[in-house]
Nanobody
Framework: QVQVVESGGGLVEAGNSLRLSCAASGLTFSNYAMGWFRQAPGKEREFVAAISWRGGSTNYRDSVKGRFTISRDNAENTVYLQMNTLKPEDTAEYYC?????????????????????WGQGTQVTVSS
């Protein structure tokens, strides 16, 4: 049984940082590309960042480039999202998800429907 569990969300003031963690079990973690998505109230779920199965390549949405960093530790079956210089518009529920590794170098990696396994989410709230 596959489990994906996010942690690390919280309430922070604008300009501060948070580090999200995502622990996966029940799957061969190193065979999967991993992604972070977010969803604000009343909005669609949107792609935030993705990392290839070995961690050698990363992708980000434009609005977080230079502020967010995705990384992974395959020995610990964990992926991270370091979020710096947070802005109020980053407020959302953040989700971690796993996608088949071959999708990483395709446009599919940006689509939520391409991911097989999802966590329950962790709330990030940035106050102004």
């Amino acid at each position: 049984q596959v489990q994906v569990v996010e942690s690390g969300g919280g309430l922070v003031e604008a300009g501060n940082s948070l580090r999200l963690s995502c622990a996966a079990s029940g799957l061969t973690f190193s065979n999967y590309a991993m992604g972070w998505f977010r969803q604000a109230p009343g909005k669609e779920r949107e792609f935030v960042a993705a990392i290839s199965w070995r961690g050698g390549s990363t992708n980000y949405r434009d609005s977080v480039k230079g502020r967010f960093t995705i990384s992974r530790d395959n020995a610990e079956n964990t992926v991270y999202l370091q979020m710096n210089t947070l802005k109020p518009e980053d407020t959302a529920e953040y989700y971690c998800a796993a996608a088949r590794s071959e999708l990483y170098y395709t446009r599919s990696i940006y689509r939520a429907t391409s991911y097989d396994y999802w966590g329950q989410g962790t709330q990030v709230t940035v106050s102004s």
